[in-house]
């Protein structure tokens, strides 16, 4: 894999969503993998799917997701895909490093960057 800037924000993006899913799931896991099912795995329910899109709305500038879309992310591997696709399109914009740090802060959690 080429190291250029595409390619690191790219990897970064899986790091982030899936550090964040884990961060805020209210069922704890070890990992989150791309194939975990947000509500059947993670337990997550409507108050923290709307906690995971305002962090990803501060996190990337992320556009609020219409109902219809919103039920489609179903595992943490849709949402990934997403915000890859937002910011390929270029409706978003990749994570800056600073924004991470303070978003997982807040948490009490170090950056999945460190």
Not at 34 to 43: H, N
Not at 105 to 111: H, I, K, L, V
């Amino acid at each position: 894999m080429t190291n250029t800037p595409a390619a690191v924000g790219t990897d970064a993006v899986s790091a982030i969503v899936s550090g964040m899913v884990q961060l805020i799931a209210p069922r704890k896991v070890d990992s989150v993998g791309p194939d975990q099912r947000l509500i059947g795995d993670l337990g997550f329910h409507s108050l923290v799917l709307a906690e995971l899109g305002y962090n990803l709305e501060e996190l990337y500038g992320l556009r609020s997701l219409n109902p219809e879309e919103a039920m489609r992310l179903q595992s943490v591997g849709d949402v990934i895909e997403l915000v890859r696709t937002e910011v390929a399109a270029g409706q978003a914009a990749l994570a800056e490093a600073e924004v991470v740090e303070d978003v997982f802060a807040r948490y009490g959690a170090e950056s999945p960057l460190s």
